[in-house]
């Protein structure tokens, strides 16, 4: 038997593969092509020029000989051809009439896929509100960064919970697998939490409120008439923030802005980043609550990498925007980098 490889990674099995004669039929013959496309799991095999026997029909099978499975078990007149495979050796078997006819080894080993270069947000959740009568809720903490991730990788996400009346601490967020490490940020408590720890806001004249603190910034203090707004959140590469402080809300004066960052208010009207104002934190935005007994936002995970990446990833909610895949986690769920 000869084979042939040539520049594109093609193996040829050149010549007849003979298989049992029957009576004065021809032996069955071929000629099987493998390669790749590109790519791990872009492997083919292709079968053309199948002769011999009786035909017109004959029956085929790849079995991959790692997984222990078929592929595929079907039938085909003069040429066939499997697809989208992984590396592995496989077995193909022809035959015709019942005779069998020939089985041969194809090993395809196609070159992996460049590490994914991801940016990743991590937010944890918004702390609630304190009373009815107290400084903001915090906003969550916020981890970013990018990475590297290997093909066949899957990253666990775990997003956070915002805290709620009676137990306002928000709850932890966090991205995690054996391949790229944990990256992790804590939910809120009176501060903004880990690794961005502000400080809310201090109480004012006549019990005028703080506000609840931001990822990037303390919460203001309650001054006279008027209780403090919440601190700015961290902006990301969407440009958009996240982890705003509440607004104070006191049994005197004005109640306080929320911080940029999906925080809550007593106020009405929209906000500076086009939220509309409302007592609970944003979910989805780790924003603290306004200081009403009201509920922290939960957090967030989001990934994003370039639309021109040689191979996507699956999981979460996914968009597409100025040139970015973006995969959005509001609830816990695995981002997979391999074949769907």
């Known amino acids: 038997m000869l084979y042939l490889r040539n520049t594109n990674q093609q193996q040829t099995i050149a010549g007849n593969i003979s298989g049992v004669q029957r009576g004065t039929l021809a032996n069955v013959s071929a000629s099987i092509i493998s390669g790749c496309v590109n790519y791990e799991d872009t492997g083919f095999i292709s079968m053309s020029n199948i002769t011999g026997g009786r035909g ?87 981890r970013s960064g990018s990475l590297s991730i290997p093909y066949k990788t899957t990253l666990t996400n775990i997003v956070g919970l915002g805290g709620v009346s009676g137990s306002r601490n928000g709850f932890s967020s966090s991205i995690s697998s054996s391949t790229v490490g944990f990256y992790g940020a804590g939910g809120a408590t009176g501060n903004s939490g880990i690794p961005s720890e502000f400080s809310q806001g201090v109480s004012g004249p006549g019990l005028t409120q703080g506000g609840g603190a931001g990822s990037s910034e303390n919460g203001n203090d309650g001054v006279t008439n008027q209780n403090g707004d919440g601190g700015d959140g961290s902006v990301w590469v969407n440009g958009l923030y996240y982890a705003g402080g509440g607004g104070g809300v006191g049994n005197v004066g004005n109640p306080g802005y929320p911080g940029l960052g999906g925080g809550g208010t007593a106020q009405t009207g929209f906000g500076p980043d086009d939220l509309p104002y409302q007592l609970n934190g944003y979910n989805g935005r780790g924003g603290g609550a306004a200081s009403t007994g009201t509920s922290g936002g ?31 986690f509001t609830g816990s769920g695995d981002f997979r980098y391999n074949k769907q």
Do not use: K
Request: hydrophobic share 35%; charged share 10%.
């Open 56 to 142: 017109p029909l004959y029956n085929y099978s790849v079995y991959d000989i790692s997984a222990s499975a078929f592929i595929t078990q079907s039938t085909a007149e003069s040429s066939a051809s499997v697809g989208d495979l992984s590396n592995s050796t496989y077995l193909v078997t022809l035959s015709n009439l019942g005779i069998f006819a020939y089985t041969q080894s194809v090993l395809i080993n196609c070159p992996l896929p460049p590490d994914l270069e991801v940016e990743y947000l991590v937010v944890g959740g918004g702390a609630a509100g304190q009373g009815t009568s107290a400084a903001g809720g915090s906003g969550g903490g916020v």
């Open 298 to 328: 939960s957090g967030v995970v989001i990934f994003r990498y370039s639309t021109g990446s040689v191979r996507p990833a699956f999981g979460g909610t996914t968009e597409i925007s100025g040139g970015y895949v973006y995969h959005t």
